[in-house]
Every structure is written in structure tokens, then in C-alpha cells.
């Protein structure tokens, strides 16, 4: 008889409202040792194609089984640095368990019976943090005369420095904000990345001889060139998206409506939370409303839920989104998660007007209801208004989460950078080398808005274009815009 | 790491005072140029404030910051002295002055606003420019920089609205008999200080149909563009302060919004104001 997926343990959606500790707590071993004698061993493993990056899946569940962690942890590092932190935000749902052959056929995203890879992930990546496993450096004499500046210090930067560093080159991390991870650290919440996990992996890299220098804004402070004649032979842009797109309608600008990059950064990065002790304040108000339906909007939902809690509010946040359930990019778990909270999802509504008071700040949200019609370039079916429909909302904060899009504060004083017409940066594919020779970029900045993991092997694929131009310097590149590869998961 | 060098009172008042610091600071020192700013963070739990670069020093790599301590998180870096490290400091950021010779400029400080008109306004006269400098403040004692901006103007005025120092009354009332004295109009007025200062003028000069430019303060978080916590709505179209800014023409700020916008967290500032931490 086929056994059951085995759950995983999460604290009870009451007391976790109350606070932004960690929500799930992982496997044991003996739940990661069944839930891994499930993976049917196939011998065609078709959800190693859903990975990104290429994780050996069906190896890294087979060690497990074997009782050989080490080997497990090992067979994932070869394709990801930070098991502890994808096992965590990787959307599983829709790329290796949506694979997985447990799944069933057409469903949009993986079904409860497929393996839980990234629950037996983020159980390797413990055991490697628990155990100190160190993937061992292959530094060369060749190598290690070399000088790599990574600017940005998310994913995608995060990842490209320990390619480096783990072969002996000088990587240093140039970094705007105080701190230092970046969508890590400001976007996702500590509830679902806490940052002990981050700064572990950052800690890593400091070992290995990575140096992190915060507070420096390439572009405004030091240019490109500058830091080519301060000696570094090769750079990688990682620079995110950053800004925030906003909706666009009337009254948007009232007081009391944030981008979720705002609401987030002043909840994750400058603890507001922990308001007056950091001194960062963040509104919340009684009635929340989130616009938008991807992963950014469930965390800033989840964010408001909590602070609702804990300021003695009734807790009453409602997340308004265009489409249906089936089409939220959101991560399904988090939806569930969300759910569980108290956060009240509406459908096929679209926000017309912000309405405010006498002082400015918004009071009311006016919407009208939507019908799905033909499916849109992304394949799903798109929200057609109906009309005379509209209706208002109680809104006394509102939290846009509809997308991000490229920083432009680099690009723009590097006119030889060349972007595409949405501002990110256009790269060769194979290489990640930009229009600069021995400029390489990586992450959200190249593909748009994507997943940790996608920006992640975006990185790895740079830092080998980074050591092979190294190593030849005069082999030539092929531009080419990337947008679109693998990046299909827009609001 | 960011050390402060030197600390100066510069104006005191009843409870308020204005504060001008030194600190370390070798990116923003070789790079600011006259109208950017930075963000600086006392402590690790402290928030992000923007400061403009009033001066910059590159032998010494050094700038100086003059702060009005209004707030809590500006009261705790009045707190601090000369040996004391700062937690964080980025920049320089946003846009720079656009320096030219205009032929004549009108430069209006209100209060510590009056900081940003400094580096301008040498700037500004070094390009060949001839200065209308008009200085405002509450109170004589809470005047800052009047000797430099003197030394640098072909005309200076000083406004108190106390009347303790100058002419009793408001930097505006100078402007508009400039504007109306029927001696050809200036070609630029460049203006920075408190909101309400900052919107008189704006209708002043427009009456008049003289450009002029003001540097926003709206409220920030990261300052790097990436919150739109800074937005505000210039002619039809919503712009981020931090890095659109933060000069915008004045004509086409809409203020009241603006005014509101900077409202938003009053109560959190009275409580954490009240519990008297700094
Ligand atoms: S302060 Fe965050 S975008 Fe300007």
C-alpha cells in the first residue's frame, strides 16, 4: 500500500499569528526518513527537469534513506548553495513536486500526494547548518590572483560569491542597505526566512573569505569603472527588482496606501514590528486590504494579519486579486497558510479608486467585480470587468503588491549597459555577460521578477561565464534579451 | 564605519536646537555634489533618516550634516559626540542641482532648509551667477549660516518672524517685492524649508511666471528607490522623491498631498517621543 505524505509540523495558526516566529518547524528524522521512502526511485526522474536548477533529486532522496545525510547535503550543493533557505521559499508546488510523477496529470500545480522535496530540502540543509558541512574549495594558483565585485547582496549575489570564493577568488559584495541579503532579508518575512538561517549562510560566505561592504550604492557612490580601477578583474550585477510598480488609479497617493516593498521593509528589515524598541514606525489599520496575487502579496497579507494581532486588532485583512484562485502565482502553502490566519481572500475584483478623508488618508477602496474571459500571453484566463458592478470597500490601509520591476539607478549612469525596453539588463545566456566585457549580471535584473531559485541559477551560470572569461579573456559574447526563460509566473 | 569629528551647536531656541556635524564619510565626500543627501542611521534599531550634504571635504574624506532635532531619531543623533560611530551611512543619493550660469538666481532657506541653499549657492556663484539671497527662521537664534551665505550673495535679506533679527516677517513678503519692484525678474528662484514656506512661494513665483525649483522632503525609508514611500504627485504623475528628486519644479508639486503624506506617522512619533528614550 502506497504510504501517506507526511505532514509537516507548523505551529497552530492562533499563537503564530501573534508573532514572526518561524511557521513551519521541518521534518525529524524519522518523518524526513518516511516521507523519503516514498520517492518512488524512478528511473526516469522526471522531477529533476522541474527543478531550476537541476537539483539530483532522486540522489539526494536516496541518500536520505540510506541514513547518509552528509552525501544528501553533498548531492544538493552541486546545484544549490542555500538548501536551508530554497528548502524554505523555493514554490515547490509548481516546479519539482508540480513534476513529480505522483502528480497528477494537468493540474496546475503539484498535487498532496507528490513527494515533499522541499520539506526533505530544507531537512538536508539543517543537517548540513547542525553539522557544519562545508563543501570543500577548489582553489587554483590560477584562480585565486583574480578580484570579482558582486553588487547586490540578494540571491543572486549571495550565490555568485560562493561559486567565487569556493575557487579562491577575492569576491567582495558591495551592498545599499545596512544589511545584508537583500530580498531575503527586506521582502520575505522572518516567519518564513528567519534571518538566523540568512546570516548563517552570510557567515558562510565570510569564511570562505567572502567581504561584505554595506552601505555602498554602486552607481552613486562608486561607478563600474571605478571599482575596474580599483583592481576588480570582473563584476556581477545582481541588482534585483526593486522598484515597485503601483496600480495606477485615482487617490493611489493618499496617505496610509505603501507598496508591499514598503509595508515589508519596514516590518522585516527595520524590525517595525518591534516598534518603539526599533525606532522604524509602520501603520496598520483595522480594515487591510493587499492588492495583487503572488508571493509578495501573501507575505505582506500575513505581515498585516499579525500586526493586527499584535496591536490588539481585530484581525481583519482581505486580499482583493483580478483573477480566481487557480490563477494566483502565489505559492499554494502560503495560501493555506494565509487562509488559516484569518486573511480573507477576494476574487475577480479589480481596484478602481482609492477614496479618502478629510486628512488625507485612505478610507475606502471602490472596486468593480470581474469575469474570467480568454486566456491572456500568460496562458491564463483574463479578468474582464462587469459592468455597473463596482462596490466600495472599508480601507484604512492598503498594501499594492502587483510587481516589481529593474533598479534603474545603475543602469542609468552606465549608458553602455544595454537594457531592454523594461529597463533589465540584456546578458548572453550561456555567459550572463552584458554589453560590458567582464560585466556579468544575474537575478530579477536579468529575467524580471522570478524565484529565488531561477535567480540563483542565473548566478551559477555567471560565475562560471565569470571564471571562463577569466581564464580567456579575449573570447567573444553573444547579446541576447533572456527575458521569458523560466520566468512565466507573473501576477 | 562612520565616526563623527566635530559637533557644533548652531542655533538654540527653547527646546529646539540645530546641530551640525562632521562625520567620516569617504564615498559621499568624493562624490556628493551640491542638492544630494544621504541616509544615515544612528543605532542598528534606529530608522533611516535623509540628510542633505551641506559640505563635502575630500582631503580629510569627510562631510558635514546639519540637523534640525525635531524628531525622536533626530534628537538621538543630537545625542551624539564627537568620537561616537554611526551605525550606517549611504550615499550621496538622488539627483544634484543643475548648476549653470542663469544669470540672476533668487535663493530662499527657510529654517534648517537653509543648509541645502549653502552648497547651491556657492556652486551657483562659482558658475557666474549674480545672488538674491533671502534668509528666514523663527527666531535670531535659531538663524544658521547667515555669515557664509553673505559671503556669498550680491543681495541678502534676513526675515525673523519674531522680527528678533532682520525684518520682522516672512522670506516670501522680501520675494514679492523683488518680484514687483519692476527690475527685470530673476531667471531661477531655488527655494528649501518648511512645507508651508515652500508652497508660498511656489504661488508666488507662478503668479509671476518665474521657474523655481524646491527640494521635497517627503518621508523616506530606504531612499534608494525602492519603498515608493517617498511618492509624490508632480503635475499628473506620481514620482519617487528619493531618486526622481529630490528637486522638483514647484509649480507642479501638489502640496496639500504632500502636507498629508508627511502626517501619516505623527502618533507613532508623539509615543515614541514620550517614553523620553533618547
Ligand atoms: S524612500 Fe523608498 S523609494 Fe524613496
Redesign the interface.
Known amino acids: 500500500m502506497r504510504k501517506e505524505p507526511v505532514k509537516v509540523r507548523e505551529v497552530e495558526a492562533e499563537k503564530r499569528v501573534a508573532g514572526f516566529d518561524e511557521v513551519v518547524l521541518g521534518y525529524s528524522e524519522e518523518e524526513a526518513l518516511t516521507e523519503a521512502s516514498r520517492c518512488l526511485q524512478c528511473k526516469n526522474p522526471v522531477c529533476i527537469n522541474g527543478c531550476p536548477v537541476g537539483i539530483n533529486i532522486k540522489g539526494f532522496i536516496h541518500h536520505i534513506t540510506q541514513k547518509d545525510y552528509k552525501g544528501a547535503y553533498f548531492t544538493i550543493r552541486e546545484k544549490n548553495n542555500f538548501p536551508s533557505i530554497c528548502g524554505r521559499v523555493c514554490p515547490a508546488e509548481y516546479q519539482c513536486r508540480k513534476a513529480c510523477i505522483l502528480t497528477r496529470k494537468g493540474s496546475p500545480f503539484a498535487s498532496d500526494n507528490s513527494i515533499n522535496i522541499h520539506f526533505l530540502e530544507r531537512f538536508t540543509g539543517q543537517m548540513g547548518i547542525n553539522n557544519g558541512w562545508m563543501v570543500p574549495s577548489e582553489t587554483s594558483e590560477d584562480l585565486s590572483k583574480f578580484k570579482v565585485a558582486v553588487v547586490g547582496s540578494g540571491p543572486a549575489g549571495l550565490c555568485c560569491a560562493g561559486e567565487l570564493a569556493r575557487k579562491g577568488i577575492q569576491v567582495t559584495i558591495f551592498e545599499s542597505l545596512h544589511k545584508t541579503g537583500g530580498v531575503l532579508r527586506y521582502g520575505i518575512p522572518p516567519f518564513r526566512l528567519p534571518h538566523s538561517i540568512l546570516d548563517f549562510e552570510i557567515d558562510y560566505l565570510k569564511k570562505i573569505g567572502v567581504v561584505f561592504k554595506p552601505n555602498s550604492i554602486i552607481g552613486k557612490g562608486k561607478t563600474l569603472q571605478e571599482l575596474k580601477n580599483e583592481g576588480f578583474d570582473a563584476i556581477f550585477l545582481g541588482l534585483g527588482a526593486g522598484i515597485p510598480t503601483f496600480l495606477g488609479i485615482p487617490g493611489e497617493n493618499l496617505g496610509n496606501i505603501t507598496s508591499a516593498n514598503e509595508f515589508l521593509t519596514r516590518a522585516n528589515l527595520m524590525s517595525a514590528f518591534k516598534f518603539p524598541d526599533y525606532h522604524t514606525p509602520v501603520n496598520i489599520g483595522r480594515h487591510v486590504i493587499v492588492v495583487g496575487g503572488g508571493n509578495t502579496a501573501m507575505d505582506a497579507a500575513r505581515v498585516a494579519l499579525r500586526l493586527q494581532k499584535m496591536r490588539g486588532i481585530p484581525l481583519d485583512t482581505t486580499l482583493v486579486y483580478r483573477r480566481s484562485e487557480v490563477e494566483m502565482p502565489a505559492r499554494r502553502l502560503e495560501i493555506a497558510h494565509a487562509k488559516e490566519e484569518g486573511l480573507k481572500l477576494k476574487f475577480l475584483v479589480k481596484p478602481e479608486e482609492f477614496i479618502g478623508d478629510a486628512n488625507g488618508l485612505v478610507q475606502k477602496l471602490k472596486c468593480v467585480a470581474c469575469e474570467l474571459g480568454e486566456p491572456d500571453a500568460s496562458g491564463r484566463r483574463r479578468p474582464v470587468e462587469i459592468k455597473g458592478s463596482d462596490f466600495e470597500l472599508d480601507c484604512d490601509l492598503a498594501v499594492v503588491a502587483i510587481g516589481l520591476k529593474a533598479n534603474a539607478i545603475l543602469p542609468k549612469v552606465t549608458p553602455e549597459l544595454t537594457t531592454d525596453k523594461n529597463g533589465d539588463v540584456i546578458v548572453d545566456p550561456q555567459t550572463m555577460e552584458t554589453s560590458i566585457k567582464n560585466v556579468f549580471a544575474g537575478g530579477d535584473i536579468v529575467g524580471g521578477e522570478g524565484t529565488v531559485i531561477e535567480a540563483m541559477g542565473m548566478a551559477k551560470r555567471a560565475a562560471q561565464g565569470i571564471i571562463n572569461r577569466l581564464l580567456a579573456p579575449t573570447s567573444g559574447t553573444n547579446l541576447e534579451n533572456t527575458k521569458g526563460v523560466g520566468y512565466a509566473n507573473k501576477c | 564605519m562612520t565616526r563623527i569629528v566635530e559637533k557644533s551647536i548652531l542655533g538654540q531656541y527653547q527646546g529646539a536646537r540645530i546641530t551640525r556635524f562632521v562625520i567620516t564619510a569617504e ?2 565626500a568624493l ?1 556628493a555634489k551640491p542638492g544630494q543627501f544621504i541616509m544615515l ?1 544612528v543605532k542598528e ?4 533618516i535623509p540628510l542633505t550634504v551641506v559640505d563635502t571635504n575630500k582631503k580629510d574624506k569627510t562631510v558635514t550634516l546639519i540637523v534640525q532635532e525635531l524628531g ?2 533626530t534628537k ?1 543623533l543630537g545625542s551624539m559626540n564627537v568620537g561616537d560611530s554611526l ?7 538622488g539627483h544634484a542641482t543643475p548648476i549653470q550660469n542663469f544669470g540672476e538666481v533668487v535663493l530662499i532657506g527657510g529654517g534648517v532648509g537653509i543648509a541645502e541653499i549653502y552648497p547651491v549657492a556657492k556652486a551657483l556663484k562659482e558658475a557666474g551667477n549674480r545672488l538674491i539671497t533671502i534668509l528666514g527662521s523663527r527666531t535670531k537664534d535659531l538663524l544658521i549660516l547667515e555669515n557664509e551665505l553673505k559671503a556669498v550673495s550680491d543681495e541678502f535679506y534676513v526675515t525673523t518672524d519674531d522680527g528678533s533679527h532682520g525684518r520682522k516677517g516672512f522670506t516670501v513678503d522680501v520675494l514679492k517685492e523683488i518680484l514687483e519692484s519692476g527690475r527685470p525678474l530673476p531667471k531661477i528662484v531655488y527655494a528649501v524649508g518648511p512645507i508651508p514656506m515652500m508652497r508660498r512661494v511656489a504661488e508666488t513665483t507662478k503668479a509671476a511666471n518665474v521657474k523655481t525649483l524646491v527640494s521635497l522632503n517627503a518621508l523616506m ?2 531612499g ?6 517617498c ?3 508632480i503635475g499628473s504623475e ?1 514620482k519617487f522623491t528619493c ?1 526622481d528628486g529630490p528637486e522638483f519644479d514647484a509649480h507642479d508639486v ?1 502640496w ?2 504632500l ?3 508627511n ?3 505623527v502618533e ?2 508623539k ?2 517621543c514620550h ?1 523620553g ?1 533618547v
Do not use: W
Not at chain 2, 534608494?224 to 514611500?229: A, I, K, N, P, R
Open positions: 564615498d559621499v562624490k542611521m534599531e534606529g530608522e533611516r525622536f531619531s538621538l551605525y550606517a551611512l549611504v550615499g550621496p543619493l525609508v530606504d534608494t528607490g525602492m519603498c515608493g514611500g511618492r509624490v504627485t506620481s531618486v501638489n496639500a498631498e502636507t498629508k503624506r502626517q501619516v506617522f507613532q512619533e509615543h515614541i517614553l528614550r
